[in-house]
């Protein structure tokens, strides 16, 4: 008996109906050929399943609640729970499957991806360019991949502004496949009605809370649920409606002085801050790069404004972390430049940097911006960029903590965790990875009075029972080590 069609949209990091080029191309084949429609999420197993990753609570509670909003804009839906292999290899035998997704830059998603196009056919299987927008491969004039941002960004900045997005798809006169069902993976099979967010987003929380931990190190860990209390976030925006609002919002009111503004971490306790806080919509896919630059260059035409070019250079930064991840995906564990990759820096001793590392995760480093940026980032699930760069600093400069530890326990609090500008921001701060700059120690006391020069933010996040003492190192001291550790003596 010959299979019946079947076209899937897979959806992965991608939570929207506008720009969305695969949900987008699959409905319009699934309308073309008059074939079934089936949407899914995979609760994947090897990402959700287990402790031992650093998808920590505060991104699975986040994924249930905007997976909950998201299906409810179809009128059927699948949530599964299993691994994409097991799932496909048992649908394909009932159906004859075609997928589609958006692609993605990190390695798990690429091999993931590739095992399935081999499982299915590669001429069934669509990947459609989302992540990462501008081409992936693209060289400079010498003939090399970039590793400097500048050149970067003139290269493809052209291209990004030109690059066009799709519209939403109309899902009203689709042919859902109805009676799919899935032993052993289907949580939309049981007694529950999906349509209801509460309810649905509750079932899939159940189904992925697991600890709250971070691990790092030589398998070590330390229990985050044992140091804070979990948020439930609810400031957040949790819909792609509810994203671009805001946007919408940011680039009325305050991309004009987004350049001037976007360092203060005083300016960011006002209102709902000077930045555009889309770092969560992008991760998650709540809003394409596409579409926030066509929103942009609706409102204010080109790049003139000093404030536009550079909030779009910033995304062009986040372009630029995911061109370098695809192109070195060793990055996650290893140093970018070469001459750093064997363990040249020594870091201090496990011992003490176990020591100085709980310490710093717990907002107890006596520097008091580091302490109120890390009480943010526990409590928000986010952390301003300029705080995010002065506590990497700390971390490894001063601490002198291996990069890597940081880099675990963002990835454990973040809401807007990007392996690639979490890695990007990790590697700059360490003085190691791409677009090198000389090696800089932030000095906490400098910083705090160039962007807090009134104590704003530090008495807004450190907690009332804060305890004010000297800090964990002397600046001074800890300068002078940290230069020794990069090879550089005791330099001014
Ligand atoms: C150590 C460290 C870790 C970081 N980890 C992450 C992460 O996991 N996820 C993440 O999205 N960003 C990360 N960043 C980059 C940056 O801090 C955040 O993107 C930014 O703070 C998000 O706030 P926003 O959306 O208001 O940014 P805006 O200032 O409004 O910028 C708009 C968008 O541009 C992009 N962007 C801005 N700055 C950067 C940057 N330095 N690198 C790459 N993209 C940028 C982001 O997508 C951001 O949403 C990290 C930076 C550092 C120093």
Redesign the pocket.
Known sequence: MTKQKLIIYWSRRDFRLLDNPALYNAVEKAKEEKVLFLPIYILDNALLGGNEGNIGYPRRFYLSKILSKFINKFDCFSVLAGTPNDIFRELSKHYDIYIYVNHDVESYSRKRDQEIADLIGSDKFFASKDQLTVPKDTISGSGSLYTVFSPFRNTVLQGFLKSVTFQKPQLNDIKYAQNISFDNYDITSLDLELKNIDKSQQLIFNLINKQWQVRFGKDQTISLDAIWNRPDYSNWYSSEDEAIAQFED?VRNKILN?KEN?DSLALDLQGN?Q?????????WGLIS?RT?KEIVLRQHGGLEKEGVFS?IS??I??E??KYILYNNPSVLDLEFQKRFQNNEIKWVDDKTALYRFEKWIKGETGYEVVDAAMHQIANTG????RS??I??SVLTKNLGVDWRW??DY?RAV?L???????N???Q??ASVGADPKPIRIFNPYLQQENYDNNKEYIRFWLPKNYNIHEPIVDHKQAREEALKRYGLGSKK
Do not use: C, P
């Not at 986010?382 to 960029?385: E, G, K, V």
């Open positions: 940011f987004y976007r801050g930045t555009s806080k889309m770092s969560l919509a992008l991760k790069s926030i909030y910033e995304i930064w986040r630029f972390y986010w952390m301003h960029n995010r760069m506590v990497a940081g880099q963002f973040l807007d965790l990007d392996e690639a500008s979490n990007g921001g990790w700059w701060a």
